[in-house]
């Protein structure tokens, strides 16, 4: 494993990129520097169709991307996961990975850009390191055989990871990994709880820190030369057992806070999750996989802020009042404008809230996201997508402060799910869901 690593440096585990892992870096604060300016300009699309379930879009060198995900194959031949070198201008692939184990579980995983210049894919129960090529250097099916998601590089270059438990499934296990022969670190640590959400991760003078939204609570890990453990001193209760509202996803760090919305695990969750192997079955459980159905539980969407020096202060705003709320991504805070922008992806809605005193709702739009947005605060726009009554998935342009609809752009996809924007860095944005993947450039 390299040792030179600048460890005063949050990214120094990343290849020298604006954007080597999903959401932009380990605080998933899916901001960008620069301008969209998408209402001055006119967007060109390019969809490429792949029958694949494209997941992300991370960049190595300038101009150099690679496209990671898997298979949606819930019944039939066996899913694996891959990863493409792609051509930026058609999407068509220069390289591509032989088919990459993931011990049939079927969810979506995580790749990186690695700072030894490696591109490291997580896909169900198995971590591969590749290189520039996509060609296969070290393998390792990791300690737990249930999907895994969420991959994050430490300022060390060590590689965190974690499977995917639900409520009544026992405590997620957290696995540290050398970056270059895939050995562990250290012992796994298993949580208290369970978790759903992806991690996220923070570095100050002592360490990393890794925060994991439990079933219940919110956890955060200390990591340093000596190991893993978890932080007895904070573990902040969002929810309440067999309660009026679901798991939460992913965590976004800004402004001394970790947010986040619960009303994440809804049936086509629950279903895959509970499956053995993870989205696995003889036969295909049809409707049943749509995140349009109806929540398990009575509650609205919450927007929730926890702060990370209180372990007590935990606020919270349902943005929409609307029972049964749910969603299948994590919302995003822009503390440059003090602005959360939180949404309802089964009921609808997206919102602003103002954060710069307590949790005021500013803005509504009628709109229906599911992804992960990218944000510009420079210009405070956001990219997110937007599932239409006419059953298109739209990208649409939103000014974070007023709400305001600067631009909608038809993807090419009749699909949506909770997969990732990237931001290509030329007023460009990477598109990526179930069967596409698009690329949308403002001219």
Known sequence: MATSLDRTDPSAGYWPSAWPVECGGNRRQKARTGRLDASLGTAEVVTRHNDRWNVMVV?????????????????????????????PKTLEPTRSSERLPCGDHVWCGAILAHANGSIHSINGSYLHRLDPDCQVVAERELPTDRSHNGLLALSDGTLVTKDLRLEGQGGTTITRLDPDDLGLVADPITLPEGSMGRIAADHDSDGDTVYVPGTEHLWRIRV??????VDESWSPRYRMANGDHGLAWDSCLSDGAAWLMD?????????????????????????????????????????????????????????????????IAPPVHVPEHQVAVAWDSVNGGLAG?????????????????????????????????????????????????????LDRVDTGSRVANGMFLTAGGNRDIFYCTTLCVARVIWQ
């Open 353 to 405: 809230v103002d954060t710069s005193d307590g949790l005021d709702v500013c803005w509504h739009l009628d709109v229906r996201p599911t992804m992960q947005p990218v944000v510009f605060p420079d210009s405070a726009e956001m990219v997110i997508n937007d599932f239409t009554r006419d059953g298109t998935d739209d990208l649409v342009v939103v000014d974070v402060r007023t709400g305001d609809l």
């Open 224 to 229: 340093d030369d000596d190991g893993m453990r």
């Open 59 to 87: 960049e190595r060198d300038p101009g150099e991307w690679f496209l990671g995900g898997t298979m949606p194959a819930f019944t039939g031949p066996p899913p694996y996961g891959w990863v493409e070198r792609i051509d």
């Open 263 to 327: 009303c994440g695990d809804i049936e086509p969750v629950r279903l895959i999750h509970t499956a053995e192997p993870n989205g696995r079955w003889p036969d295909h459980p049809g409707r049943q996989l749509s995140w349009r159905n109806p929540t398990p539980w009575s509650g609205a969407q919450r927007l929730l802020r926890a702060a990370l020096d209180d372990p007590e202060r935990l606020d919270v705003v349902e943005p929409f009042g609307t029972p049964g709320g749910g969603i």
